[in-house]
């Protein structure tokens, strides 16, 4: 523990019993050798034990110009809770950003009154800056008990993990960005192969174990080469990018996989989707291909795109299922715009 934390605690540790028996595991936590979103897991479950808070996460802004914040762990109630997103506006936790610790002993609820309802009384709001500067994100602790006597513990605890969970938050974000590249296609922001793949075993598998339906639909535009060849590979990119928009507006739910494998190879698997389901997307994601043109110079290029579809009930393996969306696929081609099933 550093000099700065080891006052820190020193400091409050007198304003509560439960600091003493909490001890231990806090200087644990401070030293953890852990790094990244590891690191974060093990500091905010340490401090809820410290403190005994009914709520403690840890939350980034997703940009400095957007008022949305993504918590990256939660611990609520002595459990871990899912990752989810919220607005700053009219929450206490809009108030750390301005880069001072922030203690509401009491009374949060009238300040808050959505806090009101949950049943929380006091809250604690640490911002975590970046190597820049600037607020990266918070600590929030949220308690139903009034902290009269116990704010300056609470805001103790939470400040001495600062600096390293801000480090830690940092270097969380970045490993995070690093992934998504490598997962992603710079054109059309649609998965890449390698990001599909790795999704897609664990949604197989997902599907197979609970029983559900898994669509799989095979795409390709239709005459590609000769538009790259007539007008330029430069038109066929925004071709490309035209229907990864089409795509992502008709298969726009958290477990739709959309990618582009590679060219004008796009593939996608629907969990719980029916086929008569995916068939129908299908079509909707070809009628607006058609209806949406490129232009190119003076020229307008009206895309078409073909498609097969095929379900995991046929066959439990991925590699399985792709193949025969595949073959779907090219037996469409002879009709260009045709949706067939395998």
Sequence with gaps: MSDSNDSIFRTVVADSSAALRALPGFMAALAAPES???????????????????????????????????VVYAFRNGVPRDPFSYRLKDQPCLIPYDGEPTLIPCALGDAFPAKKEAGYKSFVGIPLRALHGGVLGHIAIYDQADLLQDGSYYLGVAQAFALRMACELQRHLENDRLRRDAETCMMTGLLNRRGFEDRA??????????????????????????VNDTYGHAAGDELLIGFASCLGACFHRDTDLVARLGGDEFFLLAAATPEHEARRLAEEVRLMFEASPVHAGSETIFGTCSFGVAMLDQD??????????DQALYESKAARHAVRES
């Design 36 to 70: 990244g979103m590891r690191y974060i897991e093990v500091a905010v479950e340490a401090m809820s034990r410290a403190l005994g808070a009914v709520s403690v996460f840890v939350a980034h802004r997703v940009s400095e110009e957007s008022d949305e914040v993504r």
């Design 201 to 226: 075993k664990i949604a197989v598998d997902t599907a197979r174990r609970a029983g559900a339906d898994l669509a799989a639909v095979a795409f390709d535009l239709d005459r590609f080469k000769q």
């Design 316 to 325: 439990p393996a991925l590699s399985g299922l792709l193949e025969r969306a």
